[in-house]
């Protein structure tokens, strides 16, 4: 019990800025936006929500959520159209106040339920990364096909073979960082798109830091359409090249 309250203690001495890119969310905002809010309660936090030009009227939503929980607590912080995953995250650190930075999808298939998790993990080992995994036990995937299952599992399969990442999954988008180690690796990335993630954490290896991980359960988008395509595939193989030859 000593343990907990210790742990809740130092878990109010922080600030986590929570950064959320989006692209056609309007279905999925509001409810990502209740969820966090439920489940860090006790939890001083901000969310950045980083839109590239939304047709569908993502923007509008998060604006009436700003009038709903506040314009402290929720960021807009928007761009002209869409200009990768990495460089949205790079866009939304640089409006972070916090000490801690959560990157997560709007989609809903990073669960807020685990943020608690990711959170006390931290606290318990200083870690520099918490990442959350899909690859061991309590770990999991809902939703998916069996292609895309095989598809992702053997793109974590071979980046484990030839970069030993020390993590088991590497292409996971579900982390929180230290704001200062997240703004010293995120500088080394040259990535922008779905390889940032892999990048990011193979690098943050190289560099000696700390990565523990969470046992989580993907959840396919249950609103909306996937933006994963073969031209996201090819990019990846591209980068694992790239990945094997500078680091």
Excluded at 95 to 122: C, E, N, R, W
Excluded at 199 to 209: L, N, P, Q
Aim: proline share 2%; hydrophobic share 40%; net charge positive.
């Amino acid at each position: 019990m000593a343990d907990q309250n210790e742990t809740k203690g130092e878990e109010g001495k922080h600030k986590y800025s929570i950064i959320v890119p989006t692209y056609n969310e309007r279905l999925n905002i509001a409810l990502i936006v209740y969820l966090i809010f439920k489940h860090l309660r006790d939890v001083d936090f901000e969310i950045i929500v980083v839109d590239d030009g939304s047709p569908d009227g993502t923007q509008e939503i998060v604006k009436q959520l700003q009038h709903l929980y506040g314009e402290d607590r929720i960021l807009l912080r928007a761009r002209a159209k869409k200009l990768g995953l990495g460089t949205a995250y790079i866009h939304g650190l640089k409006h972070a106040t916090g000490d801690f930075v959560v990157i997560m999808d709007a989609d809903l298939s990073h669960h807020p339920k685990y943020l608690p998790s990711f959170i006390k993990k931290q606290l318990e080992t200083n870690a520099s990364i918490v990442t959350g995994t899909r690859y061991v036990k309590g770990g999991g995937v809902h939703g998916w096909n069996l292609m895309r299952k095989l598809t992702s599992r053997g793109a974590n399969v071979l980046a484990q073979t030839l970069l030993w990442p020390g993590v088991s999954d590497l292409t996971g988008s579900f982390r929180l960082y230290k704001k200062s180690v997240l703004e010293d690796v995120i500088s080394s990335c040259v990535s922008k798109g779905y390889v940032f993630q892999m990048e990011m954490i193979v690098r943050a290896t190289r560099k000696g830091y700390q990565i523990e991980e969470v046992p989580i359960t993907f959840v396919d988008r249950v609103f909306g359409t996937s933006k994963l395509g073969g031209s996201e595939i090819v990019e990846y193989l591209k980068g694992l090249v790239y990945l094997l030859l500078t680091t």
